[in-house]
């Protein structure tokens, strides 16, 4: 019984350590479903992206879709607690008025077309970002089974 | 022009006009321009080649380089976290020498 009772304690006390890890490193958890849907949209980016050698009224339906996807992701990662990077970082994709995902769509809409060589030099530019949001959301995942490996080594 | 000799010339065109112009915060900016350029390397030397011989426009090249500032300053936030960014702040600056740099170099020598 009081072996029972030491176990208990020692899992109570691991438990609570692991609470006060995860809130003192102010990152967000690994989320299965911030991965996916990041991955989905990227694809789903890549391939519009690669239509803008053609006019844009012909796919605005599309852009407009995508845009819709990305904007409900973003209310997803900014109401998550400790999740500020990652909602500054799509913040940021989805600015007009800086030089990535959505900037690549106005300027697709305002020149109606655009050339070759820039479709593909502004097209790896916005996958870069995507990217970049993939990999931070994979880096928190790892940070998460350091943090229990910490604890377990303890 | 070779694109290495052009990047050198770059680089120490920077480096004056940082030293002649923004004396006040020449070690912020040369160490936000030197990690911009490490950074960018390969990007800009591919960039200069489309921009040279008239694949991409001047506006195009400026739309670029702006995306690589926003792409380092992502890489940034992962690293340093919202509060330490500063290289935005200085963003229109370093596109604006940048781009006056290439341009002054590449147009004469179409």
Not at chain 1, 46 to 62: D, I, R
Not at chain 1, 68 to 84: A, S, T
């Amino acid at each position: 019984m009081n072996h029972l009772k030491l176990k208990l304690t020692a899992f109570l006390i691991i438990i609570s350590f692991l609470f006060t890890s995860c809130s003192s490193t102010k990152t967000a958890l690994y989320d299965q479903y911030s991965y996916q849907k990041t991955t989905e949209i990227k694809v789903e980016a890549e391939k519009l992206m690669s239509e803008a050698t053609s006019p844009y009224v012909l796919h605005q339906k599309e852009v407009t879709m995508l845009l819709l996807e990305i904007e409900k992701l973003v209310e997803y990662e900014k109401n998550k607690p400790n999740n500020e990077i990652t909602f500054a970082m799509w913040k940021m994709l989805t600015d007009k008025e800086k030089n990535l995902l959505a900037a690549f769509f106005k300027r697709w809409e305002t020149k109606e077309t655009l050339s070759p060589a820039f479709l593909e030099e502004s097209k790896k530019q916005v996958l870069d970002a995507f990217d970049l949001l993939i990999q931070y959301e994979i880096k928190k995942d790892k940070k998460s089974k350091d943090a229990l490996l910490d604890l377990i080594n303890q | 022009m070779d694109n290495d000799k052009l990047l050198k010339e770059l680089q120490s065109k920077l480096k004056t006009l940082i030293t002649e112009n923004y004396e006040e915060i020449k070690p912020q900016l040369e160490k936000d321009l030197n990690t911009f350029l490490e950074k960018s390397k390969i990007k800009l030397e591919r960039w200069l080649f489309l921009f040279s011989s008239g694949d991409l426009t001047e506006e195009e090249l400026e739309w670029l380089l702006k995306s690589q500032l926003d792409l380092v300053s992502l890489q940034g936030l992962q690293t340093a976290g919202i509060s330490k960014i500063k290289l935005n702040t200085i963003k229109n600056n370093i596109i604006k020498i940048i781009l006056n740099v290439i341009i002054g170099l590449i147009i004469p020598t179409r």
